[in-house]
């Protein structure tokens, strides 16, 4: 047995003994392990309300659904980097093992959206309080962890890494917490929160969900708020990206906004990544927000930007691409540095209806907001 096994083993152990010791006597709560070859979805579907899926360190091919409230899915791993869940390979596929056999009704759905692990709740019932940690979902077509119809989900500590789309994203959900994460090398944005992407409707109460102490880089964004009110963006780190951040609005009502953007690091986000049919081509943003009122924007700390997209500079006021304008936000207290063509950038033909305030930068478009 090696050293590296005998840690493990002790990790495993410890934890086991601390899960246990501190659940009450009479808690029907138990910890399903799942070891290297075994299946985690036959773990997940077998755990009731309140159980622990423990994954030990070592690669899992398969895409996991999680439909059980109050289920905790853990690896045990600092950070995710021992316990990763990849797609099926193609080999297993054909082949189709017992395991895979057993849970092809549980992930056919999941694995065929392209996706590593998905959190389902019901069309009228928010699936609630499960948490996923520790994990590593990397190489997926689509998105690494993908949440729907939840309230109430923690996720932390997982790397989401070289997925085609989202790294972690979560669509019609509320009370979410996602706190130190990383998210690097994905598709599109790195971390994705939404109201519904597949409908042209207002922006919708967040009910205080909570992005926090997230790293994001090498991203198309590192962050996308779209459509969503009342929520916390705080103390992430954003670099290498194309863009640092976007909160989205559009014409529908109520407007995305009503949150909060403060303590953030973003620096140097000026990769160059094509436009699409919604944005022009991305190089050299920071913190925008499009269509979006009654936003704070405090205590950022956004330097090293440089680009000649629309949308670059430090923090930079757009509206949105169906025209919609940014209304009553405030940005103030951040310090900016470094950033082209400006370290703010205010587009919006009605100038006056966001304040600027105590930032400490060295040039704006227009001049006169630093």
Request: glycine content about 10%; proline content about 3%.
């Amino acid at each position: 047995m090696t050293k590296r096994h005998i840690t493990y083993l002790a990790c495993a152990t410890a934890l086991l003994g601390a899960l246990v010791g501190t659940a009450p006597a009479s808690a029907a709560q138990r910890i399903h392990v799942v070891k290297p070859g075994q299946s985690i979805q036959q773990a997940v579907n077998a755990a009731q309300t309140g159980d622990t899926v423990l994954v030990l360190p070592g690669v899992y091919h398969e895409s996991v659904t999680v439909k059980t409230p109050g289920l905790t899915l853990r690896g045990l791993s600092h950070h995710g980097n021992d316990t990763v869940i990849q797609p099926v390979q193609k080999k297993a596929a054909a082949g189709s093992t017992k395991a895979t056999r057993n849970n092809k009704k549980a992930t056919i759905n999941c694995a065929e959206a392209g996706n590593g692990i998905c959190v389902i709740g019901e069309k009228d019932k928010a699936l609630p309080d499960v948490t996923v940690a520790d994990l590593k979902v990397t190489g997926f077509s689509k998105i690494g962890l993908f949440s729907l119809g939840t309230d109430r989900l923690t996720v932390q500590r997982v790397i989401a890494e070289d997925n085609g789309q989202w790294g972690i994203a979560q669509e019609h959900s509320t009370r979410g917490v996602f706190r130190q994460n990383i998210a690097r090398g994905n598709g599109d944005a790195g971390l994705f929160l939404a109201n519904n992407v597949k409908a042209e409707v207002g922006a919708t109460d967040s009910r205080g969900t909570v992005i926090e102490r997230n790293r994001l880089e090498d991203n198309r964004i590192g962050l996308t708020v779209r459509r969503l009110r009342n929520l916390v963006v705080k103390r992430n780190y954003l670099t290498g990206n194309c863009a640092g951040m976007f909160v989205v609005g559009d014409e529908n009502k109520p407007k995305a906004g009503a949150l909060t953007v403060s303590l953030n690091r973003v620096e140097r986000n000026n990769k160059y990544c094509a436009k699409t049919e919604r944005l022009p081509f991305l190089q050299g943003s920071g913190i925008v927000l499009t269509g979006a009122e009654s936003t704070l924007v405090s205590g950022n700390v956004v330097t090293g930007h440089s680009g000649e997209s629309p949308l670059s500079g430090g923090i930079v006021l757009f509206k949105s691409m169906v025209g919609v304008t940014s209304e009553r936000n405030l940005i103030t207290g951040n310090y900016l540095l470094d950033n082209a063509p400006a370290d703010l950038v205010n587009q919006e033909a009605t100038q006056s209806a966001n304040t600027f305030d105590d930032n400490s930068c060295g040039a704006s478009r227009p001049a006169g907001l630093c």
